[in-house]
């Protein structure tokens, strides 16, 4: 079966999702990730290792400082929702025009799609 997954955010999003791309390789399927990384990752080697095809990969936020820019308001703020508005606001709501080409592409080229839980580009 072909079967496409997009996430995005941090390691801590990305590497559940580089695992399960990888147990769904292992199991015979072809398997497409497309990736929305906080960190600035090549994530090229990973899939090769881990007998996936890697998607489209792209960036939150212009460069390393934007986003540390962004840590910092999260940090500075006590309260969770606040911190959870500054995310979708500066980090997810700037790359949905490019997680929506993505997403695009990957029901165009799959039979099953699997996404984050909070990725609506996706759904």
Request: hydrophobic content about 40%.
């Amino acid at each position: 079966m072909k079967i496409g997954i997009q996430t995005w955010g941090s390691e801590g999003d990305i590497n559940p999702f580089i695992a399960l791309a990888s147990g769904l390789s292992n199991a015979g399927h072809n398997v497409t990730l497309a990736i929305t990384s906080s960190a600035r990752k090549n994530f090229k080697d990973v899939a090769e290792l881990n007998n996936f095809k890697l998607g489209t990969v792209d960036f939150i936020g212009k460069n390393e400082d934007s986003i540390d820019i962004i840590g910092k308001k999260m940090f500075e703020s006590a309260n969770t929702l606040s911190q959870l508005k500054i995310i979708f606001n500066e980090m997810f709501e700037p790359c949905v025009p490019a997680m929506y080409k993505t997403s695009r592409a990957l029901c165009e080229e799959n039979e099953l799609l699997i996404g984050h839980f909070i990725h609506h580009p996706l759904q």
